[in-house]
């Protein structure tokens, strides 16, 4: 029988918070590539291609994370394919990243006066650098403390990935709970390892806020 | 041989999965009300300032928000018995419900509360309202009038955020669906049927909740 120590449950907890770290970091990046796909989608002039991102958004806003990733989990393995705990995990949170960063920076173009895109059509710019000349580095500007923001959810997010399986804090602390029979503790501890991620990015995402002025929409 | 889709599990056994709906609605109709009302006393006291309780409120606020769900759920659920509070899954799951709405609900009812315009207060103060009555009387309504969309997504997102309570065998709806699921085979199905009720549970406590926000607080002023 294995004694766990006080360490030796620190240890386990951290090791989990460091695939925590580093599923909310792939999430975040590959999130923040897919609602780039999605803003640009909802800007269109193309009223399908607006369309279907929109009920892209509905659809990962709307559905529980933990259906998502059950579906994804499951739909592969219907299609013949064996797919692992955190490729699964990181799938499925870069798409719902995807959909709420999409949402948070459509927010941040559509919060510019009409005039910005007036302005830029009549210096005779095509749609493409309209936005990238005038419109995104203003909105750029806006977007980064709702941004900051959403990472805090995007990190209390990769929790319900311990349900499929994937071995992150949470999980480790499920497993070491069982082992030791001190569930107050270990949970307590795996609290505090999300509180000393997130308590961080929520304090910058708030004094950003003041800073820019820019009131993001509460969530 | 291509995967053929069967629904047949999800005809064949409505009755469960009528029931695990049911016990969503009720997790999120106990953990929405006692949440909420737990919102409009937390706003109060980071309004006030009350010292004391302001930092007791606070220090909630900020520990809840900062902290996923799923690991409150576990605090309460496995963490509690130890210190001689012994829950049951449903108890679990509404007390981890209204904790979190509570937390998210007191910022935004604050925040509510701070947009008032001054000539509220003044006009208050002109009646001779004590505290308590300009709070109750004059300011409330309209401070939850103007935060009410925010209120109702947030309650939808624990509605959501609930299917993790299938980990506690709550019997709601993602556990009748994993419970079908491991007697049928037909996964992906039943998680399509599950994920379209959530959508539209969804839209149903948005309607809802819009009605009960005309009926009941529409007739604050400003």
């Known amino acids: ?219 | 041989m291509p995967y053929q889709f069967s629904f047949e599990p999800i005809y064949d056994n409505w009755g469960i999965l009528a029931e695990g709906v049911l016990t969503t609605l009720g997790l999120t109709l106990a953990g929405g009300a006692l949440g909420l009302g737990l919102g409009v006393l937390g706003a109060v006291v980071r309004f006030r300032r009350t010292p004391v309780q302001y930092q007791i409120v606070t220090a909630y606020v900020e520990m809840v928000r900062n902290t996923p769900f799923l690991i409150q759920l576990y605090f309460i659920f496995f963490g509690l018995p130890s210190l001689g509070l012994r829950l049951a899954g449903w108890q679990a799951s509404i007390l981890a419900m209204a904790l979190n709405l509570g937390a998210y609900s007191t910022e935004i009812i604050r925040a509510g509360l701070e947009s008032l315009p001054r000539g509220l207060f003044e006009a208050a103060a002109a009646l001779s309202l004590t505290p308590r009555q300009t709070l109750r009387l004059v300011l409330l309504k309209p401070a939850l009038k103007n935060v009410w969309p925010s209120l109702c997504s947030q309650v939808i997102i624990v509605m959501l955020g609930s299917s993790v309570c299938s980990q506690l065998a709550v019997v709601e709806l993602t556990s009748a669906a994993s419970l079908l699921q491991a007697r049928t085979f037909r996964a992906f199905e039943l998680y399509l049927f599950a994920t379209a009720v959530y959508l539209l549970l969804a839209v149903l406590i948005r309607f809802l909740l819009r009605r009960v926000g005309r009926r009941f607080i529409a007739r604050g002023r400003p």
Not at chain 1, 72 to 90: E, K, Q
């Open chain 1, 1 to 219: 029988m294995i004694r766990f120590t006080f360490p030796d449950i620190v240890r386990g907890l951290v090791s989990g918070l460091f695939w925590t770290v580093g599923l909310s970091l792939i999430a975040f990046l590959g999130g923040g590539l897919a609602g780039f796909a999605i803003l640009m989608a909802r800007l269109s002039r193309n009223r399908i291609v607006s369309r279907a991102a929109s009920l892209y958004i509905e659809f990962f806003q709307g559905a529980p994370l933990l259906m998502q990733l059950f579906l994804v989990f499951f739909g592969f393995s219907l299609l013949g394919f064996n797919i692992s705990p955190l490729a699964t995990a990181a799938s499925v949170l870069t798409l719902y990243a995807g959909a709420y960063l999409g949402e948070i920076w459509r927010g941040s173009v559509e919060s510019l006066p009409r005039g910005q895109w007036e302005a830029a059509e009549s210096l005779a710019l095509g749609r493409w650098a309209q936005l990238r000349l005038v419109i995104l580095p203003q909105a750029l500007r806006i977007s980064i403390p709702p941004t900051v923001g959403f990472s805090v959810q995007l990190v209390k997010g990769t929790a319900v990935t311990s349900i499929i399986g994937f071995l992150e804090i949470t999980k480790a602390g499920t497993m070491i709970a069982n082992a030791t029979y001190r569930p107050l503790m270990v949970y307590g501890l795996a609290a505090l390892g999300y509180f000393l991620l997130c308590f961080p990015l929520s304090l910058a995402a708030r004094r950003l806020e003041r800073r820019f002025h820019a009131p993001a929409d509460k969530r």
